[in-house]
């Protein structure tokens, strides 16, 4: 009988063995919005993807301490039409059919709210990229990673700068696309002016898809405010951005969530100018070793100068790399450091390596909150561009926080 159970041991181990050294790669899963009203924001998060899928590979794959090789990264990945519905089924078949190791969300917080729920019943990780919600870290998750500041840091800048470049500043005008996401933000924000002794005369939000936004414009010229601060998401923003200009609304600060922060966003020309946005990230700051040094926390991975240039070799318009792109990549990056780190593709541990993860990136700075939102990101902070002109040409340029610019704030009242 001893034989019998020795034996069977053997051939246990054997085949477990056998079945871990059969792995040859570690498979993530994830949908994009090829099609639907999210494809510009999507497509260029696809590609910050594909450069970290690139940057991994080339390097032979991710190390795995446990079975002691390397193994390369496999996307596997849907179009989910923007659909929340499509996100629901295509999740589920990544986790049941596809075997995915690792999850990364689809674009936008409506989106990853869903896939994120997916996500939790199966205790698959999932880094939530393109989603600044803080709602979704408010329900008891466990498995799913922000990389993105979030919603309730998203628009407060916008506040302190008009503050700083008009100190008598008073009224602030909200409107907003009727999404978790920008909901969350001008909450927010909301809350945030009145803070500082701001009157918010107007808030107030419209539906997806809107495309005349003249009665609110009429409202914000009847009440004057010195600020405009919403929009949603590309599409709304940018259209948003063209009618106030058209309209002439005389305001010292324009600031869009989303749209101006899309190279795109230049097509709408002269109506571009003087806008700002929060952004996750631009390629002029000046986040580096240095950087990680003064904060006394790790580097990891490429350098900012190193993904413009495989940005521009993806993309071959020319155009610089925005924070969508950015995070595809550094979503890549702190899976590979966490999987690195816990040295096994093991989902408990590599989740306790997030969790205890505090490293400076191309990106920013990178930590989770394990407490009460947990999951949520807590490091990483929001700069802020302004469409200028430089020697003739719109370009987007840093303006906020004063230690980061790369300009100095211009009021929107130029424009007129």
């Not at 994830?30 to 260029?44: H, I, P, Q, R, Y």
């Not at 580097?299 to 950015?326: C, L, M, N, Q, T």
């Not at 980061?404 to 211009?410: G, T």
Request: hydrophobic share 40%; aromatic share 12%; proline share 3%.
């Amino acid at each position: 009988m001893r034989r019998i159970l020795t034996l069977f041991l053997v051939l246990f181990l054997a085949f477990a063995i056998g079945v871990s050294y059969a792995k040859d790669s570690i498979i993530v899963g994830f949908t994009m919005s090829k099609t639907g009203k999210l494809n510009a924001e999507s497509d260029e998060q696809f590609k910050g993807l594909k450069i970290w899928e690139k940057y991994v590979n080339t390097q032979g794959g991710i190390y795995v301490k446990s079975l002691g090789k390397k193994l390369p990264v496999k996307f596997v990945y849907y179009d989910d039409e923007s659909s929340k519905e499509r996100v629901q089924q295509l999740y589920a078949r990544l986790i049941l059919n596809d075997k995915a190791d690792f999850l990364i969300s689809p674009y936008s917080s409506e989106l990853t709210a869903t896939a994120a729920i997916v996500a939790e019943q199966h205790k698959k990780i999932m880094l939530a990229i393109g989603s600044a919600s803080d709602s979704i870290f408010n329900k008891g998750y466990r498995h799913i990673f922000q990389l993105y500041t979030p919603a309730s840091r998203y628009l407060t800048g916008a506040i302190d700068m008009l503050k700083a470049l008009n100190p008598r500043a008073s009224k602030v005008a909200i409107v907003y696309e009727q999404t978790n996401f920008a909901t969350d933000v001008c909450k927010a924000a909301r809350d945030y002016a009145l803070s500082k002794g701001l009157k918010v005369v107007l808030f107030e939000g419209y539906a997806p898809g809107t495309t005349d936004f003249t009665s609110f414009i009429n409202k914000i010229k009847s009440l004057q405010p010195d600020a405009v601060i919403g929009g949603g998401h590309f599409a709304d923003g940018q259209t948003l951005a063209k009618q106030l200009y058209e309209q002439r609304v005389k305001v010292d600060v324009v600031s869009l969530l989303v749209a101006p922060s899309v190279p795109e966003f230049a097509q709408i020309g002269k109506a571009a100018l003087y806008v700002t946005a929060p952004s996750q990230w631009e390629n002029g700051v000046k986040y580096n070793e240095k950087a990680a040094k003064k904060l006394n926390i790790p580097w990891y991975g490429p350098s900012v100068a190193w993904f413009v240039k495989e940005y521009k070799a993806i993309d071959r318009s020319g155009k610089e790399p925005g924070y969508h792109a950015a995070a595809g990549l550094a979503a890549g990056l702190v899976l590979q450091r966490a999987i690195e780190t816990a040295g096994t593709l093991d989902a408990n541990a590599v989740k306790a390596a997030l969790e205890k993860m505090d490293v400076m990136t191309f990106y920013g700075r990178v930590k989770f909150d394990t407490g009460r939102f947990y999951g949520r990101q807590i490091g990483h902070e929001m700069v802020y561009l302004q469409w200028q002109l430089k020697g003739g040409k719109l370009e987007k340029l840093l303006v906020w926080p004063p230690e980061a610019k790369e300009a100095n704030l211009i009021s929107y009242k130029k424009n007129f």
